[in-house]
């Protein structure tokens, strides 16, 4: 895992305990909202909407995701009931 500077080690470990990323999407989601964390610690007040906006946002699309994790797992759609036609091409002689 690539850390975003020294000084922030501490915000990253504190944030991953907290929130407990599992597998791709969702470890992508969190080093975005590290990034917005580091970002808002060092913005000024300008600019600490959009930080707090990306922040917030990427908190919220977490959660989502790993709420959709823990819920049952998504109906497999039964397999189509239409008879399947095969067709058979004789060679002829030419």
Same mark, same amino acid.
């Given at each position: 895992?690539? $850390?975003?500077? /020294? @000084?922030? %080690?501490?915000? !990253? %470990?504190? $944030? +991953? @305990?907290? &929130? %407990?990323?599992?597998? #791709? &999407?969702?470890?992508? =989601? #969190? !080093? *975005?909202? =590290?990034?917005?964390? =580091?970002? +808002?610690?060092?913005?000024?007040? *300008?600019? +600490?909407?959009?930080? %707090?906006?990306?922040?917030? *946002?990427?908190?919220?699309? $977490?959660?989502?995701?790993?709420?959709? +994790?823990? !819920? @049952?797992?998504? /109906? =497999?759609? /039964?397999? *189509?009931?239409?008879?399947?036609?095969? &067709?058979?091409?004789?060679?002829?002689?030419?």
């Amino acid at each position: 895992m690539e $850390l975003i500077t /020294p @000084r922030f %080690d501490n915000l !990253q %470990d504190e $944030l +991953r @305990r907290e &929130l %407990d990323p599992k597998g #791709f &999407l969702e470890e992508e =989601v #969190f !080093q *975005s909202l =590290v990034q917005a964390a =580091v970002n +808002r610690r060092s913005a000024f007040s *300008s600019e +600490r909407y959009k930080h %707090d906006h990306a922040f917030f *946002s990427a908190l919220r699309e $977490l959660r989502t995701i790993q709420r959709s +994790r823990t !819920q @049952r797992p998504r /109906p =497999v759609p /039964p397999a *189509s009931r239409r008879p399947l036609h095969v &067709l058979n091409f004789r060679k002829t002689a030419a």
